[in-house]
């Protein structure tokens, strides 16, 4: 679950396309004025684009938002945990399955970030819902009474597929298994679809209602 700069190089460029020296404005819209959300919840599938959305979101709204993804977490767990029944497991065929030890270090994660955003950081989450409305809950618990914005970020199964063997650092099969599932039961106040659409044309949808 290492992602490595690389591969995410040319999301990169589109968004430094949008950089400008200090004291200037990125090209397109800023998004200025009241923020109405503390906390942007991405929730999608694995290959969906969520990542990419992150980033130009970061470039295109006017206040510093920190961005942490699941594989934030993961890539932070110890090799026992990332190989074992209890922690967290990555199958042939891309199904994932977590465990009791996994939860209670995801739980104290969650936490963080909650306490991150309470004390007045804006947060972009990128996050696959598993366990349907039940992963959805333990967000809304953690993050009461903060005001969220819950996105849902999808697309196309065989796009999905095509960029997961393009990377080269996901199992075979997670992104098409986690099309819908990750949406199951799950509430949203925005939807957004990369399958034809670029990322920074999905933040921009989504930073005009922040």
Known sequence: MVIRFGEHIEDFRRVSKLIREPGQSVTGPR????????????????????????????????????????????????????????????????????????????????AGIAAMARAGARIIVDEVFLGGAASQQRWMNALDPLPVLWVSVRCEAAVAAAREIARGDRPIGMAASQVSMVHRDIAYDLQVDTTHTEALDCARAIAARV
């Open 31 to 110: 998004y200025r004025g009241v923020v109405t959300a503390q906390v942007i919840v991405l929730n999608g599938g694995s290959s969906s684009g969520k990542s990419g959305i992150a980033r130009c979101l970061q470039a295109v709204l006017a206040d510093p938002w920190l961005a942490f993804g699941t594989d934030t977490l993961v890539e932070a767990l110890p090799l026992s945990v990332r190989t074992s029944a209890a922690g967290i497991e990555f199958a042939p065929g891309g199904e994932v399955i977590v465990g009791p030890e996994f939860r209670v270090l995801e739980a104290a994660w969650i």
